[in-house]
């Protein structure tokens, strides 16, 4: 059974590019959830992801934005990149008809930004 | 909204000693927790959760935890520390809505060091 899986696992970019992340859920979830993670800090929430629509944001401009795929797999995409964008990426995922859903996260995108 | 507190940034304990996190949440409804673990370079891995019941839930690697909702707090306690227990923990909550999947607020999270 694989578990969420994410790629790339690094990535660096400059200023101002755009840069596109991917992620795979857990077999048989259905909703992705897509976190930051900054140096030193816990993860906060940016989106989530079911049937192919945002479904809930968290406090990030709209230079954030998702997709995803009627298979479940989602991208986040981030525009104009500054440098405070640099930080672990993480890709949740969770089956949304459970009562008790629990998010599975995978390995994480490292973004460095330049 | 909701938050979570990690009072302690940094802890450090021998091997074999015992270990107790501490957790404090602020959330207006029955809050869902978990407690997560993340090695260096490494996604987040879940420990254990509390949705309801039985207050003392057990989780993966001999940790437990204690919802007190009283308190407001969710605990993470081990009897006895293995070197491989060093990481960085994070207590997080999750709020949901109709529709949608829960969304967890982490805490800063606690940097456990593992003295032989």
């Known amino acids: 059974d694989a578990g969420v899986t994410q790629s790339p696992t690094h990535l660096i970019k400059t200023r101002g590019q755009q840069v596109t992340l991917r992620c795979s859920p857990k077999?048989?979830?259905?909703?992705v959830s897509w976190y930051q993670q900054a140096l030193g800090q816990g993860p906060q929430f940016i989106f989530q992801y079911y049937e192919e629509e945002e479904r809930q944001r968290g406090n990030f401009p709209d230079r954030f934005s998702g997709h995803q795929f009627p298979n479940y797999s989602s991208e986040l995409n981030v525009n104009a990149l500054l440098l405070g964008d640099s930080a672990l990426y993480l890709c949740?995922?969770?089956?949304?008809?459970?009562?008790?859903?629990?998010?599975?996260f995978g390995p994480g995108t490292r973004l460095t930004v330049l | 909204a909701q938050s979570v507190t990690q009072p302690d940034i940094h802890i450090t304990v021998s091997e074999g000693a015992s270990l107790e996190l501490r957790c404090n949440y602020s959330y207006g409804a029955t809050p869902y927790l978990f407690w997560y673990v993340q090695s260096p370079g490494q996604g987040l891995q879940l420990l254990l959760k509390?949705?309801?019941?039985?207050?003392l839930v057990q989780g993966i690697k001999g940790f437990e935890a204690e919802f007190k909702r009283s308190q407001s707090s969710f605990n993470l306690r081990k009897p006895s520390v293995h070197w491989s227990d060093a990481a960085e923990y994070f207590c997080?909550?999750?709020?949901?809505?109709?529709?949608?999947?829960?969304?967890?607020?982490f805490g800063s999270g606690t940097q456990l060091t593992v003295l032989p």
């Open positions: 509390y949705f309801s019941g039985d207050t």
């Open positions: 997080a909550v999750g709020a949901s809505s109709s529709g949608s999947a829960r969304q967890l607020t």
């Open positions: 949740a995922s969770s089956l949304i008809r459970q009562s008790t859903d629990t998010q599975y």
């Open positions: 077999s048989g979830h259905d909703t």
